[in-house]
């Protein structure tokens, strides 16, 4: 999903799927997850508040549809019946940079696992507490305060239905980085900065 608006950011007229981080739109990561997982068929949903991200997805041959711009779920329902999908669809914003091919393999193989048509994907409150991040959302499940993390899959056939939803609370680092705000990415960068200086370290020591 390409098409938010990015309200929030203040871009000045760069789309939110376009930002760039460590030299590549932030969308192009999650892509390139995507592509290496064993997802069948990736498709991006943009709309026309994202005009430059659906030129981006066709020159990279990127298989592209144009939403209404009706809202996130309104916009991914209307993409699956205007594909004419059948069957488990995986949905994931494309502000996920640290997202990895593993991580959506596992959840996938989960999915494959329970018995309900919707699996959502959440974070522990307390997780993100730990790591200094202020969601945007959290839902009570529960005794549990959640965190969604931006990934679900739905059945497409029950699109236009309420599905019941099992909830994959995992703790997972990447999902943490979430970007929204200029904030949030200039705490990505700081992790990128911190790997890296690590990585130096180890080959210093070495």
């Not at 099992?166 to 990447?174: F, G, K, W």
Request: glycine share 8%; aromatic share 6%; net charge neutral.
């Amino acid at each position: 999903m390409a098409g938010g608006k990015g309200e929030r950011f203040g871009l000045g007229g760069v789309e939110k799927p376009l930002l760039e981080f460590a030299g590549k739109p932030l969308v192009a990561y999650v892509l390139a997850a995507l592509l290496q997982s064993q997802i069948e068929s990736v498709v991006m949903v943009t709309s026309p508040y994202t005009p430059c991200t659906t030129r981006w997805a066709r020159s990279s041959g990127v298989p592209v549809l144009r939403a209404p711009g009706w809202g996130y779920i309104k916009d991914y329902r209307w993409a699956m019946t205007r594909l004419g999908l059948q069957g488990p669809v995986l949905i994931i914003s494309a502000d996920l940079p640290l997202v990895n091919h593993q991580l959506i393999d596992k959840i996938i193989e989960h999915r494959a696992e329970v018995e309900s048509p919707a699996l959502g994907v959440y974070l522990p409150s307390e997780f993100c507490e730990e790591a200094n991040v202020s969601p945007d959302l959290v839902l009570r499940a529960g005794t549990k305060l959640l965190v969604p993390s931006g990934i679900n899959i739905v059945e497409a056939g029950l699109s236009d239905q309420l599905q019941q939803e099992t909830m994959l609370v995992i703790r997972d680092e990447s999902l943490l980085y979430n970007v929204n705000t200029r904030d949030d990415l200039k705490r990505l960068t700081r992790k990128l900065a911190k790997s890296d200086a690590a990585k130096i370290g180890m080959t210093t020591t070495a």
